[in-house]
């Protein structure tokens, strides 16, 4: 079964820094990543989906990047702002089992003014 | 759009009793997930639907459990009878395709007594 592990599960930067979450693998025969944020009480948000075939995406201040064969993606945020504090999940879909999704347990990002 | 849409957002019910939770997906979309979210187990999948038809339903905890999917406007995820242990948040998300991004709604605050 895919394991999915979010490194750090907290972390708390000064408001305009750069910063890197991580999120690890197990199974590298992946079909595509996805990072989604959650706001405290709310669904989770979309932010970016890499294709297996990608190596990254950007949109905005965001950056994700994907290593298959180290299992291994990265979302890197520029600038940060207080309302980037939420928590930040990444999400798998491996080959061969539909469109089924593992989750990792996230990384809680507060960002302080 | 309305993004998807989940009803109720909070259910508060006495154990043993019948719950039904509603989900409407993005239209156009043709794949539907209904996932729990605990502190303890983080996001888990229950099952999912392909153009209706549930695909894998591997996820749903017990025969306690059901989903359907009458047409691709409408999903229910019905608990029967409830316990306190299914007390949750449970999301519904939908996508276009395999390979497309998941949009989730809001969630149901489920609690049970």
């Known amino acids: 079964k895919q394991e999915v592990t979010q490194i750090p599960a907290a972390l708390s930067v000064p408001e305009g820094e750069n910063l890197v979450l991580n999120c690890s693998f197990t199974?590298?025969?992946?079909?595509?990543l996805q990072w989604f944020r959650q706001d405290p009480g709310k669904g989770l948000t979309s932010l970016l989906l890499?294709?297996?075939?990608?190596r990254e995406q950007t949109s905005g201040r965001l950056n994700a990047s994907l290593d298959k064969s180290s299992g291994r993606s990265t979302l890197y945020i520029a600038a940060s702002q207080p309302g980037d504090s939420a928590t930040y999940l990444c999400?798998?879909?491996?080959?061969?089992?539909?469109?089924?999704?593992?989750f990792g347990t996230g990384t809680s990002l507060t960002v302080i003014p | 759009d309305a993004g998807v849409i989940q009803s109720p957002r909070h259910e508060v019910t006495e154990m043993g009793q019948e719950v039904t939770l509603r989900c409407k997906p993005i239209?156009?979309?043709?794949?539907l997930f209904w996932y729990r979210q605990t502190m303890m187990r983080g996001l888990e999948l229950l099952i999912y639907f392909n153009n209706n038809v549930p695909i894998d339903d591997s996820g749903m905890p017990e025969d306690r459990f059901s989903a359907k999917m009458p047409n691709a406007s409408f999903s229910t995820l019905k608990i029967q009878p409830s316990e306190p242990r299914d007390s949750a948040v449970y999301f519904c998300?939908?996508?276009?395709?395999?390979?497309?991004?998941?949009?989730f709604g809001p969630g149901t605050r489920l609690t049970v007594l």
């Open positions: 999400a798998v879909k491996i080959m061969n089992t539909g469109n089924q999704f593992y």
């Open positions: 890499i294709q297996s075939s990608q």
């Open positions: 199974d590298s025969a992946i079909y595509n």
């Open positions: 998300a939908s996508s276009f395709a395999d390979r497309g991004k998941q949009f």
């Open positions: 239209s156009g979309h043709n794949s």
